[in-house]
């Protein structure tokens, strides 16, 4: 059973700084694309980030020179790294992967989220 599951969250002061991980389990042939969404309470999720399985990156404008997504391969681990955040970053933080269960068998999964919560 493949499961993603995020850690890392937690309240920080504004201009602080978290990272976030998503680790994969189980198995596994690899770990294609991934990104990282957010929803604030009363809002839709977003996307905040995504990496692909060459490391390719890309990012929402809100974030954009402040948050950093990575991958280690070796340990089946995407981070983001957030920097100077601010109150409107508060939100769950949620990644999302796409796992070859087999070599030509691509499935998406979802991780459990991760709190994070900015103050003022």
């Known amino acids: 059973q493949v499961q993603l599951v995020e850690s890392g969250g937690g309240k920080v002061q504004a201009g602080g700084s978290l990272r976030l991980s998503c680790a994969a389990s189980?198995?596994?042939?690899?770990?294609?694309?991934v990104n990282w969404y957010r929803q604030a309470p009363g809002k839709q999720r977003e996307l905040v980030a995504g990496?692909?399985?060459?490391?390719?990156?890309n990012y929402a404008d809100p974030v954009k020179g402040r948050f950093t997504i990575s991958r280690d391969n070796a340990k089946n681990t995407v981070y983001l790294q957030m920097n100077s955040l601010k109150p409107e970053d508060t939100a769950v933080y949620y990644c999302?992967?796409?796992?070859?269960?087999?070599?030509?068998?691509?499935?998406?999964?979802w991780g459990q989220g991760t709190q994070v919560t900015v103050s003022s």
């Open positions: 990496i692909s399985s060459g490391g390719v990156t």
């Open positions: 189980g198995s596994f042939f690899s770990i294609g694309a």
């Open positions: 999302y992967g796409i796992v070859y269960v087999t070599q030509r068998l691509p499935r998406g999964y």
